[in-house]
DNA sequence: GTTAGTTCAGTTGAAAGCAATATTATCGGCTAC
DNA sequence: AGCCGATAATATTGCTTTCAACTGAACTAACGA
């Protein structure tokens, strides 16, 4: 009792100092302790425990939706194993790439680039025909009796990118190896990306898999109260607010990334606030503002033709047009691209940055039959009005 | 009142054009023998 | 001779445009009761 009024005391004196450790909110940080993924856990070291033996483990596909823990327990299995490994002789080594970073892995060729300078060998930039790249890398990993494991993260982009081949063609790398082993684990949001690939490849890369749930609100708690004790000073986050991020994060696909950014938000403006504590309506708070800056994010990495085109959009609304329609749209289109110097994309084009847009969740557009008056995409925005200012803002910035 | 056709205003899919990059092939110069 | 880097030649992308078939309900006209 003491040793709470004292905490509540030492708070105040430090002026309503709510975090403790911010960094374990942050996407970044690696907990000891993963809540409710024992089981996955558990399934992935059984696989891959093979490897401290010098055996080759079958290769792993993991999938579940974005928050699911995914990269978390696959990462921990790694550490635990490379930590088991250091005292016996097995000659482990472990690659993990991470497939979305746009810059090292767009191509088969950066990705086996990549692979080699884990190996401490330079290639060149660019030069070498691929197959070069292929017989260097089979080269080295059969040149020392080693075990390698390859995480792939987020896959499924890559082979998106650059089609399944490369998976192909890692998966049967053993074959032509005397010396060394090599295991893949594949990891993907997407779960019905494994149809997609080619039969060989999928027999040989999913030997085993291991699904990751959607959190429930219950687990998200979980997770949040242990978070909570190690980011936020003691009685800074009373349990109805970690309840009600817990709820929200739930409500989309149950993303434990998107509850600890909402709590971790929430302490920020509470914080700003001048409040010790975390309350419910700095979560509101919160919600509202992750809402916007994803929005207002993907506005500023849109080109500027579709950035045109959501202008057009925004300048009707603004003169308090109701159910905009694409051929409006682009009439306004493209005087603002006349009065702006940019030429004009034609209808077709428009109409798909139209529906991009709508995927995006920046506007909110349906097809429509108007009957005898044709049949056309009809426009309205759905979003709080300070946001709407906030893109008008933007793109007033842009085009004047 | 029902039914069968029309019609509009774009939507949607496929194919092809085009410019920017990326990948391959080729060549001349340089080094080591 | 063999290797290297530079450059030319070729292929691949990513974004657009062109062409053309398709859409679905309001509107119309004809139909039958």
């Not at 080269?139 to 082979?159: A, F, G, P, T």
């Not at 909110?364 to 803002?393: C, F, Q």
């Amino acid at each position: 009792m003491q040793g709470s009024l004292k905490d509540i005391f030492d708070s105040y004196v430090k002026g309503g100092r709510v975090f403790k450790n911010k960094e374990t909110l942050s996407i970044r940080f690696a907990p000891d302790n993963i809540p409710h993924r024992d089981r996955q856990l558990k399934q992935i070291g059984l696989i891959i425990a093979p490897v401290l033996r010098n055996e080759k483990p079958s290769n792993i596909f993991v999938y579940g939706k974005t928050g699911t823990g995914k990269t978390l327990v696959v990462s921990n299995v790694i550490n635990t194993l490379l930590k088991s490994a250091d005292g016996s002789d097995s000659r482990l080594r472990i690659i993990y790439v991470n497939c979305k970073m746009k810059k090292t892995t767009d191509t088969e060729y950066r990705l086996l680039a990549h692979l080699l300078s884990y190996f401490g060998e330079t290639v060149p930039y660019t030069g070498l025909p691929t197959n070069e790249l292929y017989s260097k890398f089979y080269k080295y990993l059969d040149s020392r009796n080693q075990n390698v494991i390859i995480v792939l993260d987020e896959v499924d982009s890559l082979i998106r990118k650059i089609g399944d081949d490369i998976l192909y063609n890692l998966t049967r790398v053993n074959q032509e190896l005397d010396n060394s082993q090599l295991t893949i684990i594949g990891i993907s949001n997407n779960i019905s990306f494994i149809e997609t690939l080619d039969p060989r490849v999928r027999s040989s890369l999913s030997e085993e898999e291991i699904i990751f749930p959607p959190y429930n609100a219950s687990e998200l708690r979980d997770i949040l109260t242990e978070r909570t004790g190690q980011a936020f000073s003691p009685g800074a986050v009373p349990t109805g607010v970690v309840a009600k991020c817990a709820a929200l994060a739930a409500q989309e696909h149950g993303d434990a990334r998107k509850a600890l950014d909402l709590l971790r938000v929430a302490g920020e403006i509470a914080e700003r606030n001048g409040s010790p504590v975390v309350e419910e309506k700095h979560v509101d708070m919160a919600e509202k503002k992750l809402d916007t800056d994803k929005i207002m994010e993907t506005i500023h990495s849109q080109p500027k033709q579709s950035q045109a085109v959501l202008k057009a959009i925004l300048s009707l609304y603004g003169d308090g047009e109701k159910n905009i329609q694409t051929g409006d749209v682009y009439d306004s289109y493209s005087r603002i691209c006349r009065s702006n110097g940019i030429t004009p994309l034609t209808q077709r084009r428009v109409s798909d940055l139209i529906s991009e847009l709508d995927m995006f969740g920046v506007i909110n557009a349906r097809v429509t039959s108007k009957g005898r008056y044709g049949r056309t995409r009809v426009i309205n925005i759905n979003h709080p009005e300070t946001l709407i200012r906030k893109m008008g803002d933007f793109l007033v910035g842009e085009f004047g």
